[in-house]
């Protein structure tokens, strides 16, 4: 699977669990960490948690390697890595506090393609 079809994918698993402002940044560029970060924010811990965990599920369901997972008991803002992706899913509250756009604002914002499927 090529690295944006992996990225497309993570977003349309937390569209999935209604993730609110997913945003995709091309890391590739700008730090050595992944080539992507994904972020979005749920309104509570639990939503959190859910698109966390079909985040894993769709990453399972490809056969793509998950070198770490952080937060998750806690909810407030897991991290997913991929090694290609690097996913961030905050607590509304959280998210707005660390605005990671902002701090990485070098990144371009890459166009997602997610929502209903016919």
Known sequence: MEKEAILQSIAQACDD??????????????????????????????????????????LHDHDIQIHHVEGLEQGRWVIIDTGIVLCHIFEEEERLFYHLERLWGDADIIPLQIGETD
């Open 17 to 58: 669990k209604q993730a609110e402002n997913i945003v995709a940044l091309d890391m590739q560029n700008v730090s050595l960490v992944a080539d992507y970060f994904l972020i979005c924010h749920a309104s509570n811990q639990r939503k959190v948690q859910a698109i966390a965990k079909s985040i894993q599920d769709v």
